[in-house]
């Protein structure tokens, strides 16, 4: 067992508090992956405030007040005028026919940063909620009871409708849950965890559902991988570039600090901390390496340099109150908008994709020049450790470029950008729409892809480095690349005679999604 595994089983899960204070994506990131629990502040201002919005509505109702969502229909039908006698079943009605999403379900862990998220967003005391929702929210995840969440049929305004109509209703002890792994009907699972089932109150259903929960949770989880990609693409560079004897003075700091992008000059001081420049001018050497080693610095700087950009748009959204109307309590008034608009989030996630796919491409040329003999500099062809009488029926890594080569493809053909094709929808009022929940889930498929592309590369640069070795015994990896060689070399033998990788590839995956790598010591 690695290092990092240990250190995950042997730590207690903190304790995230939500209340009005800010919270970060690594706050739903370690919710989602069970490092944390979730727990509502019993702060006695913060509960006041909380009871003040829902108390602030039940007046307004008394006194014959029109509120949206709340007197009225939902969407279009908002000139519909709701019976006094009627409206407490009105928010049971809106979820029950959003009641249509189809799809994969989403996972255990995005489904607790769903909850997470939607939890952060009604506890900025906004939504006209009471405290025993924002409880009932907190109980579910704490008795492991997650909603069975169909990932398609969000156009991402009024926000995540659909998926989010699923939470509600298993507020309400409706439709079916996970529990440890397996589906069990919510009425039951609740009764067996001693929770009752909510009756909601006039806005509630549309305070759960009216809102970016699920695009922001997804998005959460994008930007933790791949904030980890852009540390393990450049340590593949490094290795990929020792393995094909590279030229290291492609990433001069005087050479990098004339173009200033803060994030590609940070990915350029890695390299140099990873690689020998005083070995590089033995003959034959290269003058110029080709693109994908010598411009590696610029394309991962890219993702690099937007993250900042990614991780502000993101917990902005995560710390909004994003549903409609909105009940300012203190001025006595409600306040009818459009936060459920996800825009911001489809426009990061769509920047996202781009910038990651961008690494798949660049580590597919990589491994394209890495496995053919006539760019490698000296390395067997496909990279086969065999040798001798065997080394005609062996054939490396062949195979695996080919796989690398098609995951790539699939996330290129995935960066189209979700957020240019909104649709009018519901009888033209939501006439303009985010697809932010779209563009989310497109990005988390093309992390996934790109993870692939990465596993393929961390076999070929182990492999890779193996045979520079043995080829060029005087060349020898630095320490933090040494380092690394030695981590695979646990997982991953030589390639020396052909086997089937799928295994260590799946393997692989694994450690990439547990961080299994400390790379880079903060700048």
């Not at 702060?43 to 602030?56: E, L």
């Not at 195979?399 to 080569?405: D, E, G, M, R, T």
């Amino acid at each position: 067992m690695h290092l990092a595994d240990l250190a995950q089983l042997n730590s207690a899960p903190r304790t995230v508090r939500f209340d009005r204070d800010r919270l970060t994506i690594e706050d739903i990131v370690d919710i989602a992956q069970g490092r944390a629990i979730a727990a509502l502040s019993d702060d006695p201002d913060f509960r006041a405030a909380i009871a003040r919005g829902a108390d602030f509505l039940d007046r307004l109702l008394r006194e014959d007040g029109t509120v949206y969502g709340v007197t009225t229909g939902y969407g279009d039908s908002c000139t519909v005028v709701v019976p006094p006698e009627l409206i407490a079943e009105l928010p049971h009605h809106l979820y029950t026919y959003h009641g249509v999403g189809l799809g994969e379900y989403f996972t255990p862990a995005q489904t607790r940063a769903i909850l997470a998220s939607r939890l952060a967003s009604l506890s900025k005391g906004y939504s006209g909620v009471s405290v025993e929702l924002l409880l009932q929210i907190t109980r579910l995840l704490d008795a492991g009871l997650l909603p069975l969440i169909p990932s398609e049929g969000s156009v991402g305004a009024s926000g995540d409708l659909t998926p989010l109509s699923y939470l509600a209703a298993v507020l309400c002890g409706e439709r079916e849950v996970w529990r440890d792994g397996v589906q069990v009907p919510a009425a039951q699972a609740l009764q067996e965890a001693g929770i009752t089932p909510l009756r909601l109150r006039p806005k509630e259903g549309l305070a759960i559902m009216n809102g970016t929960a699920v695009m922001t949770a997804l998005a959460c989880m994008a930007y933790d991988r791949a904030e980890y990609l852009v540390r393990l693409s450049t340590r593949i560079t490094a290795m990929a570039s020792f393995a094909m004897d590279g030229n290291a003075h492609h990433f001069d700091e005087v050479l990098f600090s004339v173009k200033p992008h803060g994030g590609m000059q940070q990915v350029a001081a890695w390299l140099r901390s990873d690689l020998p420049t005083d070995q590089w001018e033995r003959n034959g050497k290269r003058l110029q390496d080709r693109y994908s080693i010598r411009c590696a610095p610029h394309v991962i700087g890219v993702l690099a340099d937007a993250m900042p950009f990614f991780r502000s748009s993101i917990e902005n959204e995560l710390n909004s109150a994003n549903d409609n109307p909105l009940i300012d309590a203190d001025n006595e008034r409600v306040l009818h908008g459009g936060h459920f608009y996800g825009g911001h989030i489809a426009f990061a996630m769509d920047g996202m994709k781009n910038a990651v796919a961008n690494l798949a491409d660049l580590l597919d040329r990589q491994m394209a020049l890495l496995v053919d003999s006539r760019y490698n500099h000296g390395l067997p062809a496909n990279l086969s450790g065999a040798t001798g009488a065997r080394a005609p029926i062996n054939h490396g890594l062949k195979a695996l470029q080919i796989s690398a080569s098609a995951w790539t493809a699939e996330a290129l053909k995935l960066t189209m950008p979700a957020s240019v094709f909104s649709r009018s929808t519901e009888c033209h009022n939501q006439d303009k729409v985010s697809m932010g929940t779209i563009a989310a889930r497109d990005c988390l498929r093309v992390l996934e892809l790109t993870e692939q592309v990465v596993a393929a590369l961390l076999i070929t640069v182990r492999q890779g480095v193996w045979l520079r070795c043995q080829v060029n015994p005087e060349l020898q990896p630095q320490a933090a690349l040494a380092a690394m060689q030695e981590a695979l070399g646990a997982d991953i033998k030589p390639v020396e005679e052909d086997r089937r990788l799928e295994p260590d590839l799946r393997l692989l995956l694994e450690r990439i999604r547990a961080k299994a790598w400390d790379l880079y010591a903060p700048s």
